[in-house]
Nanobody, 120 residues
Framework: VQLQASGGGLVQAGGSLRLSCAAS????????IGWYRQAPGRQRDLVAA???????NYADSVKGRFTISRDNAKNTVYLQMNSLKPEDTAVYYCNADIVRSGWFSPIQYWGQGTLVTVSS
């Protein structure tokens, strides 16, 4: 199983970016999928996550600005980031809790990070 993330880049404050992350491989079920971020010198924190039952969690700092959505048919999650601020600058990591085909227990997977830089 692999997570392939894309969509980072450089944007001015107030601008928008859209991140995508696709899970591929022998997947039976994606329990949850979402995004974490890590700024220099800081810990990796949850940004947003979407569960297969429809529940969605957002970090307080991004509520009202970021929207997460998932395409279950494609095992893909999107993060639409609007009204970006310099403090959103970080490496964004895709994260998913996946049950592989033929397995019973889920495993947590991480994608490669994608850098988001918001200039003031």
């Amino acid at each position: 199983v692999q997570l392939q993330a894309s969509g980072g880049g450089l944007v001015q404050a107030g601008g928008s970016l859209r991140l995508s992350c696709a899970a591929s491989g022998s997947i039976l079920r994606v329990n949850s999928i979402g995004w974490y971020r890590q700024a220099p010198g800081r810990q990796r924190d949850l940004v947003a996550a979407a569960r297969d039952d429809g529940a969605i969690n957002y970090a307080d700092s991004v509520k009202g600005r970021f929207t997460i959505s998932r395409d279950n048919a494609k095992n893909t999650v999107y993060l639409q980031m609007n009204s970006l601020k310099p403090e959103d600058t970080a490496v964004y990591y895709c994260n998913a809790d996946i049950v592989r085909s033929g397995w019973f227990s889920p495993i947590q997977y991480w994608g490669q990070g994608t850098l988001v830089t918001v200039s003031s």
